[in-house]
């Protein structure tokens, strides 16, 4: 069985996938989505949900920020469920050397336009009073947000829909390029465009893409509303994220509008099991209870684990794959795929539309891997 009249057919439903079928179809295209299973239950089912502004390289910066903008703009039409809420982050500093960082932050995300306020240490107690007492401050931003991720999935997929993309859920692909997807079906899609957004997934239909695995641990508590009141990330979280080969926790907390708490996070190479790593898992929960030492009183729910999908350089690749002149990426997004989820949308359609994107595309294009396949994951 043959299926034609697609513009471009965009193989897998995460959030990455369902933002650029919801872009693309927006934009005109005649739009075919493939998913192996629902709307947002890969990754995108385990993320934390931060929209979070980051400043690890300048390229990371523009899209991160820009995406934000992104969400903003949606964020009257999004649905209760998506529990989209602008809490802000407090970048943590336990120390002085932690504050000069602060203030480096500060500068770089001023500079940019990013609104954000320094905290000293009484002014950190007084916002978030269940903190350990005595750290030496923080950085406010106010604009980063939380949302639900696979709610925010599949309304994104619904407007995609309601743009006339044609779903094909529950169809795994076993085979894309030469502007053809097969599914395992038998069905055959074909389209001048193919977009590969599987996510940790995508080196199965696109061998020699470099990125791997990076595992992640969280845990959800019952509810104690106003435990927390915005997303708390120790400065550390930085070291933690940077680090490119050791394992790591950091303490990273969200506050849900249900009143639970997200504990995070930790990141691994080289375990390809969904399995709860014990060992991992205990180091990430005393580093949230040194931090927030009453945390030790509450009740955890649920535990689990998920992939991100990591890049040599962590950032994503969104844009023709050279070796086939049909495939476009969209994948990469390690811890940051649901914030710049809408970023990597705009700049895809761009490319396909030929318009002009809002943000210089090349630091994302797949071409950069040439000069990234010695790098070191
Ligand atoms: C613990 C953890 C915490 C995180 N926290 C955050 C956070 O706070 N903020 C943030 O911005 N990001 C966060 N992330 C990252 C974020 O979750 C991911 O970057 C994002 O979900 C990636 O989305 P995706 O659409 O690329 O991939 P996925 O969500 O994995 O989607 C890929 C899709 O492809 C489908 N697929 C795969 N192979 C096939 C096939 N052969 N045929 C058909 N379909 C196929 C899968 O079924 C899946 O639905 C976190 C990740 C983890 C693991």
């Not at 934000?68 to 407090?90: F, H, K, M, N």
């Not at 504990?263 to 209870?289: C, F, N």
Request: proline share 6%.
């Amino acid at each position: 069985m043959s299926s034609g009249n697609f513009d471009v057919v965009i193989v897998g439903a995460g959030i990455v996938g369902a933002a650029c079928a919801k872009e693309c179809s927006r934009v005109g295209l005649r739009v075919a989505v493939v998913d192996q299973d629902a709307a947002g239950s890969g990754a995108t089912a385990a993320g934390m949900g931060h929209i979070v502004t980051m400043d690890d390289s300048d390229a990371q910066f523009a899209l991160t920020r820009y995406s934000q903008t992104l969400w903003q703009e949606l964020r009257s039409e999004l649905p209760q469920d998506v529990e989209y809420e602008q809490c802000g982050t407090i970048w943590v500093a336990a120390d002085d050397d932690e504050m000069k960082e602060v203030f480096r932050k500060r500068g770089y995300y001023s500079h940019h336009g990013v609104p954000v306020e320094v905290l000293n240490s009484a002014e950190l107690e007084r916002l978030e009073p269940n903190l350990r007492k005595g750290m030496a401050g923080g950085l406010l931003v106010p604009e980063d947000a939380v949302l639900y991720p696979p709610c925010a999935a599949r309304f994104l997929i619904e407007r995609a829909q309601s743009h006339g993309a044609r779903l094909y859920f529950g169809a795994a692909v076993v085979k894309l390029g030469g502007g053809e997807v097969r599914l395992a079906n038998g069905t055959l899609l074909s389209a001048p465009t193919v977009v590969n957004a599987a996510g940790t997934w995508a080196t199965t239909l696109t061998p020699g893409i470099s990125v791997k695995k990076r595992k992640g641990h969280l845990v959800i508590t019952d509810r104690y509303p106003g435990f927390v009141r915005h997303q708390l990330v120790e400065l550390g979280y930085l070291k933690s994220a940077h680090s490119v080969s050791a394992d790591s926790v950091a303490f990273n907390v969200q506050p849900r509008q249900t009143g639970q708490l997200l504990i995070g996070s930790s990141r691994q190479y080289g375990s390809e099991t969904q399995d709860v790593d014990s060992e991992i898992l205990s180091r990430m929960v005393e580093r949230a209870q040194h931090y927030l030492p009453s945390l030790a009183n509450a009740s955890a729910i649920r535990v689990w684990t998920g992939f991100r999908a990591a890049t040599p350089d962590k950032l994503p690749l969104i844009g023709p794959w050279p070796p086939d002149s049909t495939v476009y990426l969209a994948t990469g997004h390690e811890g940051l795929g649901i914030t710049t989820s809408l970023g990597t949308a705009k700049l895809l359609a761009a490319q396909l539309t030929g318009g002009p994107p809002e943000i210089p595309a090349e630091p994302y294009l797949p071409l950069r891997m040439e000069t990234l396949e010695h790098a070191h994951v």
